[in-house]
T-cell receptor
């Protein structure tokens, strides 16, 4: 399939290690954030979301942290697996104000 | 299936031709979005539909681009007089309502202009 984002920043991690993917968002008024995973040739797939009244949210093997003071979002993946290899995008939205704005993406490469 | 469906999955056409891309959103989703993704780039917003409201066309790059959504469901994105810089993956997404709901994406149409 097509490779998406050949020139994206790349994070390489060993299988089994934890991964941290970071995202700086632009609008201090943004109040809803999503992390998406995009595999080659596929559309972005929802992973986890968080609202601005929270600073942490956990899912299965994933945790999203939100620091509104510095407008920073991170995605932590525990015990990274080969199937986690993909491009990860963050997206921000201002309620009723505008559409989602997507970050540039980070390619996660899991090494055996 | 229950997901967002896009067709065709791939389209190759000559410069100057018109193309139509189709999106079938998830049933019941009132919001529908079109994005463009070029190689090495993030997602570029094109147009947004919500129910019977006038669409938000603020992301359309030129008047060669237009989109329709018939009956609040299926949408078509039309590119007239295609140019080589139109080559990209065109992604469609839908959601239940606009705010604070995740978008669900189709797998896109890869458009190649020769």
């Amino acid at each position: 399939g097509e490779s998406v984002g050949l020139h994206l920043p790349t994070l390489s991690v060993q299988e089994g290690d934890n991964s941290i993917i970071n995202c700086a968002y632009s609008n201090s008024a943004s109040d809803y954030f999503i992390w998406y995973k995009q595999e080659s040739g596929k559309g972005p797939q929802f992973i986890i979301d968080i609202r601005s009244n929270m600073d942490k949210r956990q899912g299965q093997r994933v945790t999203v942290l939100l620091n509104k003071t510095v407008k920073h979002l991170s995605l932590q993946i525990a015990a990274t697996q080969p199937g986690d290899s993909a491009v990860y995008f963050c997206a921000e939205m201002v309620n009723y104000g505008q559409n989602f704005v997507f970050g540039p993406g980070t390619r996660l490469s899991v090494l055996p | 299936g229950a997901g967002v469906s896009q067709s065709p999955s791939n389209k190759v056409t000559e410069k100057g031709k018109d193309v139509e891309l189709r999106c079938d959103p998830i049933s019941g989703h009132t919001a529908l979005y079109w994005y463009r993704q070029s190689l090495g780039q993030g997602l570029e917003f094109l147009i947004y539909f919500q129910g019977n409201s006038a669409p938000d066309k603020s992301g359309l790059p030129s008047d060669r681009f237009s989109a329709e959504r018939t009956g609040g469901s299926v949408s078509t994105l039309t590119i007239q007089r295609t140019q080589q810089e139109d080559s990209a993956v065109y992604l469609c997404a839908s959601s239940l309502i606009r705010s604070n709901q995740p978008q669900h994406f189709g797998d896109g149409t890869r458009l190649s202009i020769l």
